[in-house]
């Protein structure tokens, strides 16, 4: 068996070392891409949750307002410029190592 792994081997041993650190290091950039769109929410609600708190119920509804009239918008936009990011990190990290 040993010797019928050493003699068809389908890649050489510097291109699966490369391969060992790209694919984990793109899986982290997805993760990490999904993390800045969830925090930007999560933030984005405990600024709302604290203006409804502590602000008057006029002000606090127009805030609320703004929030639905340009939220969605707003989460397209932020999901665009995680993609983005994601883009320009595998560019980086998949091109950046062949030059």
Request: overall charge positive.
């Amino acid at each position: 068996m040993a010797l019928l792994a050493k003699s068809s081997s389908l890649i050489d041993r510097q291109t699966a070392r490369a391969l060992t650190l790209l694919v984990p290091a793109s899986l982290m950039a997805l993760l990490m891409a999904k993390l800045f769109v969830v925090a930007l929410r999560v933030v984005f609600d405990a600024i709302m949750n604290f203006h409804e708190r502590h602000n008057t119920p006029e002000n606090a509804a127009r805030l609320r307002g703004l929030g639905v009239r340009y939220g969605a918008g707003l989460w397209v936009f932020v999901r665009c410029l995680a993609a983005l990011g994601s883009v320009l990190m595998f560019y980086g990290i998949w091109f950046g190592t062949s030059v």
